[in-house]
């Protein structure tokens, strides 16, 4: 090919050369094989320096592989515990980019204080120590912007390295590749410009299939981690390694670690197909021979997951015996035990707040005698308003604020609908059966003015003051009262602005939503106990037997979370652990109703009096009736006048 070129001019031969390696293609490499072939561990930024060898943590090529451009995933997320090795298995990837898929990158700290630390402890020591890198990356120099702390040139790419408190960093350009590191100690918006794992996908929208996304963290809180919902959307694969007796392939889990009674130094894993003991010198031999194996089927065919705790950290790093002693020390203390189970098992911490199960609670759900029970002696309802319909649930209270779903009720249409505030209206007239004959109607409804407050308030105008009641949720566990008002605030109707035209009642929903939390996990008298007398706790919640598995799961969509400052101060907040919770509102506002008709302070005579107009008499109000009346003596300063009592309005006729 060189026939008839004059090569008599000094440095032809480096010409030659560098042209030859230039026509010579690139070795067909993947992530893992890159790394033992190129990249080297320096003593500043490794407890074990020198050559890199994947088979030091064997359960790192798969997912370091995932990360090769001739592999189909494009979002890949590694749920796992603390040292491991997931964040140097994400510089092998940098590494491999530099060197054999030049692109665009961009790596993603908690914080841009956190970017300059890892640039200058890791990346810079990354290209130093490997020649393959360090000969296509400039040396850092004052005057040379190709390579400045947060920024690192290569031929046919760059590396950006920024915060995820950075929403600037995050725009900064596109990028193919995006490697979001610890994302569970990302804030919750980026400047107030929103996600910022979302601002850095977005990044890579240019390079449709291209594009590689490589999310890491340990977990934290449930319902809060980032990492978790990832990695519960994705495949979900573990590492299944054999057991050295009998061959029989599992994941390692935490409660098949045992040990004798305050002894951890004797902890082995016992297998799970022959219960036998396994030492830790096998987990070498084990590690080598295991593979991973999805567990799940995601609704993205590119998007892979896993999963990885400390059992599997290599012999000479996290032993099964630290394991134990750190997870033994950690008792007694939920902040302690929360750090073990995210930094230990890679899995989040639930908290102590959390909502009972939706399957427990169907497992509990009864058939009614009729649509309200023997116990259900007035009827509220509370409406959540969504952009297409309103759904309302109707729940009857007893003594006690013993309480039954007695109605679920979904209009559709949405606030722009006439026709739907029509049928609401219609609710209000609508009648329910108890089960000894008596009808019954709403007492009172209140209804949500989170969505379309003008829509809201100028139906509620139109209703009166009688049986509707506007409200308006509020966060937070430090209100003087759960319910509070009425206020008067300003509503638009007919297009005319009335100055303080409707009446507002605001809800601590934090409150409301702690108390139905806890009456769901109130246990039920055994068939034993009730044969001898024996009633429902107070406060009890009965759910009919017509509830479906999407009404149970709205009811227990939220979860109380411990959420700490940047002073440290801790506050707690509930958050959503699914999207939809309509059932959860729709209790809360019935229980403001509750709260508003004055039921948490009705005295004996008012429920004797509701027993009568529905025609029952529980054992409660009928002791009460037998117990004499004993005159007590006057007391100076005390007003001794017998007082009427009752509904600050008018009482409610329920019987027709």
């Known amino acids: 090919m060189t026939e008839g070129l004059d090569l008599g001019f000094d440095g032809a031969e480096d010409v030659l050369r560098a042209w030859r390696r230039g026509m010579r293609p690139d070795a067909d490499l993947t992530v893992s094989e890159w790394a033992d072939a190129h990249r080297w561990l320096s003593s500043r930024a490794s407890a074990e320096p020198g050559r890199y060898r994947t088979a030091r943590t064997p359960y790192l090529r798969a997912i370091m592989d995932a990360l090769s451009p001739s592999h189909p995933a494009q979002r890949i997320s590694f749920m796992k515990a603390a040292q491991v090795?997931?964040?140097?298995?994400?510089?092998?990837?940098?590494?491999?980019?530099?060197?054999?898929?030049?692109?665009?990158?961009?790596?993603?700290?908690?914080?841009?204080?956190?970017?300059?630390?890892?640039?200058?402890?890791?990346?810079?020591?990354?290209?130093?120590?490997?020649?393959?890198?360090?000969?296509?990356?400039?040396?850092?120099?004052?005057?040379?912007?190709?390579?400045?702390?947060?920024s690192k040139e290569f031929p046919g790419g760059i590396l950006v390295l920024t915060g995820a408190n950075s929403a600037t960093g995050l725009r900064s350009m596109p990028a193919r590749y995006v490697f979001l590191d610890e994302v569970d100690a990302y804030p919750a918006s980026a400047d107030e410009e929103g996600d910022p794992v979302t601002l850095a996908e977005a990044r890579t929208t240019t390079f449709a299939h291209r594009r590689k996304v490589f999310m890491v963290s340990t977990p934290t809180i449930r319902g809060l981690s980032r990492i978790e919902r990832e990695f519960e959307a994705s495949d979900q694969r573990r590492y299944f390694v054999p057991c050295p007796h009998c061959g029989h392939r599992q994941w390692l889990q935490f409660e098949r670690l045992r040990w004798a009674k305050g002894r951890p130094e004797t902890a082995t894993y016992h297998c799970e197909g022959c219960e036998r003991s396994i030492a830790e010198h096998h987990k070498t031999e084990m590690l080598a021979r295991g593979y991973w194996r999805a567990t799940a089927v995601s609704a993205d065919p590119t998007a892979i997951g896993f999963h990885l705790s400390a059992l599997y950290s290599p012999i000479g790093w996290k032993s099964w015996e630290q394991i134990a002693r750190d997870w033994l020390a950690a008792q007694g203390s939920d902040d302690m035990l929360r750090a073990a189970r995210n930094t230990l098992l890679g899995e989040t911490w639930i908290e102590s707040g959390e909502a009972p199960e939706w399957q427990r609670l169907a497992d509990r759900r009864i058939t009614f005698p009729e649509q309200i029970p023997a116990g259900g002696l007035f009827l509220t309802a509370g409406a959540d308003v969504q952009k297409d319909r309103i759904e309302v649930d109707v729940w009857a209270w007893g003594r006690g604020l013993e309480s039954w779903l007695v109605d679920h009720i979904v209009i559709p249409g949405g606030p722009d609908d006439t026709a739907c505030w029509d049928k609401l209206t219609a609710l209000l007239g609508q009648t329910w059966t108890h089960e000894n004959g008596a009808v019954m109607t709403l007492a009172k409804l209140a209804i949500d003015t989170g969505y379309e407050s003008a829509a809201v308030y100028a139906w509620a105008r139109k209703q009166g003051i009688a049986q509707v009641a506007p409200v308006k949720g509020l966060e937070g566990f430090n209100r003087v009262t759960p319910v509070s008002g009425p206020t008067f605030v300003d509503a638009t109707v007919n297009g005319r602005k009335l100055k303080r035209g409707a009446r507002l009642w605001t809800v601590a929903t934090a409150t409301f939503k702690a108390e139905t939390y806890?009456?769901?996990?109130?246990?039920?008298?055994?068939?034993?106990?009730?044969?001898?007398?024996?009633?429902?706790?107070?406060?009890?919640?009965?759910?009919?037997?017509?509830?479906?598995?999407?009404?149970?799961?709205?009811?227990?969509?939220?979860?109380?979370?411990?959420?700490?400052?940047?002073?440290?101060?801790?506050?707690?907040?509930?958050?959503?652990?699914?999207?939809?919770?309509?059932?959860?509102?729709?209790?809360?506002y019935a229980r403001a109703a509750a709260w508003i008709l004055g039921a948490d302070r009705f005295d004996e005579r008012m429920w004797r009096q509701l027993e009568k107009q529905a025609g029952v008499e529980t054992a409660t109000g009928a002791a009460a009736k037998n117990e004499p009346e004993i005159p007590s003596a006057p007391e100076a300063g005390r007003i001794t006048a017998p007082r009427r009592r009752g509904w600050k309005i008018s009482t409610p006729r329920y019987m027709e």
Do not use: C
């Open 85 to 150: 090795g997931a964040t140097e298995a994400g510089n092998n990837w940098i590494g491999f980019v530099i060197h054999h898929a030049p692109g665009p990158m961009l790596a993603v700290l908690p914080t841009v204080e956190m970017a300059k630390r890892t640039s200058r402890g890791r990346i810079d020591t990354l290209i130093e120590d490997s020649p393959a890198l360090k000969e296509r990356v400039s040396p850092a120099r004052s005057r040379d912007a190709g390579n400045s702390m947060l």
């Open 518 to 588: 806890r009456y769901l996990r109130i246990e039920r008298p055994s068939d034993e106990d009730r044969a001898l007398g024996a009633t429902n706790p107070a406060g009890t919640i009965h759910l009919p037997d017509w509830a479906d598995s999407e009404w149970l799961k709205q009811l227990v969509a939220e979860q109380l979370v411990t959420i700490r400052d940047r002073r440290g101060y801790a506050r707690q907040e509930w958050q959503k652990l699914r999207e939809r919770n309509e059932a959860l509102d729709a209790r809360v």
